[in-house]
């Protein structure tokens, strides 16, 4: 089992910055990949960003040059900074872990608001 608990987010005006975390524990040597996604207000769970060991994979084309993805070199957490937030950011961040042959969790959320 990997248990996943992200934090970080908040309320930032349009143009900031915020660093999320996610913190991983449990058997973190089994995971394969990792991702952050967002689930705006009404709407359904997207991929924003994914990284394994060999480093960033996919991401979103309109978070390109302004969202990073990174982790540290083993699977304690992943990381994702992200600048010039627009207010379409706003929603529920999650992180996502991937290990084993199918096997998936999620942490809780956090709340991210781009609002002036």
């Known amino acids: 089992q990997v248990q996943l608990m992200e934090s970080g987010g908040g309320l930032v005006q349009p143009g900031g910055s915020l660093k999320l975390t996610c913190e991983v524990s449990?058997?973190?040597?089994?995971?394969?990949?990792m991702g952050w996604y967002r689930q705006a207000p009404g709407g359904q769970r997207d991929l924003i960003a994914g990284?394994?060991?060999?480093?960033?994979?996919k991401s979103k084309e309109h978070v390109k040059g302004r969202f990073t993805i990174s982790k540290e070199e083993k699977w304690n957490a992943i990381y994702l900074q992200m600048n010039n937030l627009r207010p379409e950011a706003t929603g529920v961040y999650y992180c996502?872990?991937?290990?084993?042959?199918?096997?998936?969790?999620w942490g809780q959320g956090t709340q991210v608001t781009v609002s002036s």
């Open positions: 996502k872990a991937e290990y084993g042959v199918v096997t998936t969790s």
């Open positions: 449990g058997n973190i040597d089994m995971i394969n990949a």
């Open positions: 990284i394994t060991n060999a480093g960033p994979t």
